[in-house]
Every structure is written in C-alpha cells, then in structure tokens.
C-alpha cells in the first residue's frame, strides 16, 4: 500500500464526510493505494457513527480507532501510526484546515529527493487571530533554536513519513508538536518542509487554547534535557550539583579566613553567624548536595527504565 492518512479528531461531525470526499478525490486522481484511519479522540458528538458509515460504505479504505476518552493529539497520533500499513504515512488534521492537495507533492519529495519527513508550512495562516500567529511565529523560533532543525513551522498538522519513521519513534503526552524532533533523536534527519495552504475553520472551533504555549515550552525543555541527559543524568546533576558546592565552600572558607586574618589584625569583625554571605553559601552548599544526590536517584530511575538498551538499528550484517 502507498499511503497510510492519519486524521486525529475530536468532534468535528461536520468536517468528516467533506474531508473523506476530498482525500478520495486526490487519490484517486494520483491512483495511490491507500487507507485513512480516523482516530476519534473521545468525541462526544456524532463523529464516530459518520465513521461508522463510510467504513460500511468503503470498508476497504476506512479504518477507524475510537478512544473511550479524550486522551489528547499525541494518543491518537501513537494509535494510528501504530495501525498505519502504508509505506508512506500523512497526518491531517480533521478540521478541513490542511489541503489533501499537498500530500501528492510530499510523497514525492519523500521518494525522489529522499526526504524522511516533510512538515507542511502554513505560511499564510488563516486562524484569525493574532494572538495565535505572533506567539507561534516566537515559539517556532525557539523550538528552531532547540532543536536545531529548521522547519517554519513544527507544530503543523500536516506532515508525512517515510513509514519506518512512525515506526520507530514514540509520541506522548503532547509531543506531537515536536514529531521532526522526536524523529531526528531516532536518526531520521533528511527532514523538509513544504509550504501548505491553509484554510481558515469552517466548522467548530480550535480545540487548543493558548495554554498550549506554556505547555509546548515546557515541553520542549522536556525533550532537550531528556535528549542530552536522559541516558547520563548524572552528568547534569553531578556537575552542577558538584559546582555549586565547591563554589559555596570555597566561599565559606573565605569567609572564615578573613575573619581570622581580622581578629589576627585587632580589627574589630562581626561574628560568621552575623554575616549573610555565610548563610547564602549555606544554602548553596545544602541545594548542592541535594542535586548531586538527585543524581543518584535519577540515575537509578534511568538504569531500571526498560528501553534503555533500545536503540534504533538501520541494518544489521550476521
Ligand atoms: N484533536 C484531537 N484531540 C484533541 C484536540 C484536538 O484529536 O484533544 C484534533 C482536532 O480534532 C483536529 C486536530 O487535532 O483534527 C487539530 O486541532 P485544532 O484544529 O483544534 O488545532 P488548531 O488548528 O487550532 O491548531
Ligand atoms: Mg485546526
């Protein structure tokens, strides 16, 4: 099979028929082979019984997954690749915001010029708001930064891999923002971008306030730390942990010093108990050796973790 469409939804009844009608319509038009799998995220509307009915109508080409609840983007993109048959896999989202037009060309750049991912780019934005375009313009800036991979637009839900890709990375929590990152961490760094047209909601509304900010900031240190010290925590914690209390009882000793070249001089000098300096290297000593030992547990909780020995293999000669 050539394609594997991946549309995350939660509630988006209206959309649903229009966009199967449309991804029909392209494929059909390219002849690929393909399957969509919808994966209804704890829709509370009607979506899945219009599921339902155009599996009844194409059974061959419809999958679906439904969710007892709503678990969230990322849950659903982790069911679906893991359904995903195809050789080339494309997300979209349900929304009828991302054009089933563009897949042909990414399939393309995906075959011919070897590309494992490419991320869709809304370069023209119709979300209407500022409030969205502004913020998410800084955080791809960040996330450019970050990751070192430079895409306009990670957070885009149209993309599409090559299939070894969603086979071997992992997404959680709210990590869909950060798929190119999870994939170039597995050893797929042939990542582009294509610019997508994007269409502004014509049914419902947005299902992610501006919380996602926050959120997506958070998670993006997240990944960088999990990345650079995920398998050696104690490189993060012991070196830090360690700096800070040699620093502070390095202080202390000065601070000890210097009151006995004092007293050694007759000048009158207050007492160590009195002086700030020594209680703010206290502290710096104390919050030192609890990193340290941070270390220590995190250590353990990274050597008892069960994937620590997984490691992406390309090709293996026995
Ligand atoms: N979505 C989902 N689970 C959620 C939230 C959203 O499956 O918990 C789907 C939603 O139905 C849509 C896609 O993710 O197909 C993108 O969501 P939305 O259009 O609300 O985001 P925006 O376009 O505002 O970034
Ligand atoms: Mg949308």
Not at 181 to 195: C, M, Q, R, W
Request: overall charge positive.
């Amino acid at each position: 099979m050539d394609l594997s469409i991946i549309v995350p939804l939660l509630n988006e009844e209206e959309s649903i028929p229009e966009l199967y009608a449309w991804i029909t319509r392209v494929m059909t038009e390219n002849s690929f082979s393909y399957e969509v799998i919808f994966v209804d995220d704890g829709s509370t509307d009607s979506s899945w019984n219009v599921i339902e009915k155009l599996k009844s109508d194409a059974p061959e080409t419809v999958k679906g997954i439904k969710f007892r609840r709503n678990y969230g983007k990322s849950p659903a993109l982790f069911c679906g690749f893991r359904m995903a048959q195809g050789d080339i896999v494309v997300t979209m989202d349900a929304d009828l915001q991302d054009s089933p037009e563009e897949v042909p060309e990414m399939v393309r750049m995906i075959r011919e010029d070897g590309y494992d991912l490419v991320s869709g780019w809304k370069k023209k934005r119709y979300d209407g708001k500022l409030s969205k375009n502004i913020p998410s313009k800084i955080y791809n800036w960040t996330a450019r930064k970050v990751t070192g991979i430079h895409l306009h637009d990670m957070n885009c839900g149209l993309k599409a891999y090559r299939s070894e890709v969603v086979k071997n990375i992992e997404v959680y929590g709210e990590m869909h923002r950060y798929i190119p990152f999870l994939a170039k961490n597995a050893g797929f760094s042939k990542i582009g971008e294509k610019v997508v047209h994007h269409q502004a909601r014509k049914f419902g509304k947005s299902k992610f306030g501006l919380d996602r900010f926050v959120n997506g900031y958070l998670d993006l240190l997240s990944l960088w730390f999990l990345n650079k010290f995920g398998k050696q925590p104690m490189h993060f914690f012991g070196l830090w942990g360690s700096l800070m209390f040699i620093i502070c009882f390095i202080a202390i000793i000065i601070i000890g010093i210097s009151k006995l070249v004092a007293l050694s001089h007759g000048v009158p000098a207050r007492l160590i108990a009195d002086n700030p300096y020594f209680y703010i290297a206290l502290t710096g000593m104390i919050m030192g050796t609890l990193m340290f030992l941070t270390g220590f547990v995190a250590e353990l909780v990274s050597r008892s973790s069960q994937n620590r020995n997984d490691y992406k293999i390309e090709k293996e000669l026995v």
